[in-house]
């Protein structure tokens, strides 16, 4: 009994956390969960396709540890700007409204500065290019008129 538990263990695949081959996909992803800055917006490409822009806050937390005279730096918000191209999220995301809080999953790139653009523009800097994926809506804003009672 125990040869055939031994001989049925040694048969256990090497990747045995996954069943694809180690070529098979590369992931670049990001998950965030924050608040949305700002109603999220929908635009046209130069051809004509409509996609949504919209914009997550995070707030970096814990905060930074402690200076050497003991003060600590408050945590500060990043804002992370993100596109989607998938027309069935576009419309979910003209419901949404500034504050709610928000799991996003988004692939990201890292794009290269442009050489040849003025030093001064964001095409002459690195940046990272977020794509939606998916979002989950955690908590809706607040109405303007539930804030005022």
């Not at 995070?58 to 700007?81: I, K, L, V």
Request: proline content about 7%.
């Amino acid at each position: 009994m125990l040869s055939s538990a031994r001989h049925a263990f040694t048969r256990v695949p090497c990747r045995a956390f996954s069943t694809t081959s180690t070529r098979a996909y590369d992931v670049s992803k990001l998950i965030l969960l924050g608040r949305l800055g700002k109603d999220p917006e929908v635009r046209t490409t130069k051809g004509d396709k409509e996609y949504a822009s919209y914009t997550v806050a995070t707030t970096n937390y814990p905060p930074p540890p402690p200076n050497p005279d003991g003060s600590r730096q408050e945590a500060g918000t990043t804002w992370h700007h993100i596109v989607c191209f998938n027309p069935g999220q576009t419309n979910f995301l003209r419901t949404l409204q500034k504050g709610a809080q928000v799991y996003v999953e988004a692939n990201f790139e890292l794009r290269e500065a442009d050489s040849s653009a003025d030093p001064s523009s964001a095409q002459a800097q690195k940046q990272i290019f977020l794509r939606h994926e998916s979002i989950r809506v955690i908590k809706h804003a607040s109405s303007h008129n539930e804030t005022h009672e």
